[in-house]
């Protein structure tokens, strides 16, 4: 049992300990069954074996065997559907007084909307300790899928429809400092839906915090960073998931790159060109659609919500690229 209990995630929120509970009782229930019955059939096929036995007998009937095969997995099914139910509906329908975060999953990043804030943060999830958190999620393109496994919840992200799933964490893991950056061990959040080329780099980070320190995290999020804009756009761009598809060193992904992208001449597939420009790139972030640059009509780019101040970090650091 020891040895099986390190391959599973440390158990970080208050549901996981019944996940994990109901878990190993289907493994150890399947283990010991598979071991019973193939041995049984085993250790038959030799005893019972055509070259010693030339004369078959046809199955008798035995009541008793018969009612006990039967009844005996019932026995062993109704605590698997038992904890399984009890624990399905539970990590179902969040507390009250949950604190709601808006989750928006698109190729290939994460977004959440916290309480109060029309702006999303890229890539970082910020949660209170000891505080029941709601996510309701959804998606802007395709199939998406929320994993933390520490928290052991999961939930599909759906496009045109919303799903949740809730959890409280049980331990902190980061703490913010006076100058408002987080330090510790953060989790990381997956998606484990496979959703197209970039699929594995679709990541955000989980802090666990004090609800202290939850509560200026959350006061300080309308803040410029104190920072040169080139290093807040670099920081924007990483947690953006921008580099899924935007390489920095001239290398073609998904999308073009943005080694020397500024004053280039661009190419567009309706035939028209632009020397790439502030303007070109506020609208490329916005409204990704509204130019094509040829060559990379399959990529779809979702648009991105970005307020002016951080579209000038973006753009301060697509000009430092040289
Ligand atoms: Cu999103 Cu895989």
């Known amino acids: 049992m020891k040895e099986a209990t390190v391959q599973l995630p440390r158990q970080m ?9 109901t ?17 049984t059939s085993v250790v038959f096929l030799i005893k019972y074996r055509a070259s010693k036995n030339p004369q078959a007998t046809p199955p008798g009937h035995h ?5 006990f095969w039967t009844f005996a997995p019932i026995i062993l099914l109704i605590p698997m559907f038992h904890y399984g139910f009890k624990g399905y509906v539970k990590a179902m329908v969040a507390p009250a007084g949950s ?3 808006r989750v928006k999953g698109k190729q290939w990043a994460w977004d959440f909307y916290y309480p109060g804030q029309s702006e999303p943060v890229p890539g970082e999830l910020v949660v209170p300790i000891g505080q029941p958190m709601k996510m309701v999620m959804s998606s802007e393109d395709v199939l998406h899928s929320f994993f933390i496994p520490e ?3 999961k939930r599909d992200l759906v496009p045109g429809m919303y ?22 061990e953060p989790l990381d959040l997956f998606c484990t839906e496979y959703c197209g080329l970039s699929h594995s780099l679709m990541l955000a980070t989980v802090h666990i915090v004090s609800v202290e320190d939850y509560k200026r995290y959350i006061e300080g999020l309308d803040r410029v960073p104190n920072i040169a804009p080139e290093l807040w756009g670099k920081q924007l761009y990483e947690k953006n998931g921008c580099n899924a598809c935007h390489s920095v060193d001239g ?16 190419h567009f597939e309706d035939g028209t060109s632009v020397n790439i420009d502030e303007n070109y790139i506020r609208e490329s972030i916005l409204r990704p659609q509204a130019k094509i640059v040829k060559g990379y009509t399959n990529a779809t ?11 000038d970090a973006v753009i301060a650091y697509i000009k430092s690229l040289k």
């Open 23 to 39: 878990y190993y009782y289907i493994f150890w229930l399947s283990v010991v069954l598979f071991v019973a019955i193939i041995g």
């Open 301 to 311: 780019m979702p648009p991105f919500v970005l307020n002016d101040a951080k579209l």
């Open 99 to 101: 604190i709601e975060v």
């Open 251 to 266: 290398t073609a992904l998904v999308g073009p790159t943005f080694k020397g992208a500024f004053g280039r001449l661009e």
């Open 151 to 153: 928290f052991r919840v």
């Open 163 to 184: 799903t949740s799933l809730w959890f409280e964490a049980t331990e902190i893991t980061s703490t913010l400092g006076a100058d408002g950056k987080l330090s510790g």
């Open 63 to 67: 009541d008793i065997l018969e009612l």
């Open 13 to 21: 929120s208050t549901l996981a300990a019944e996940v994990d509970l």
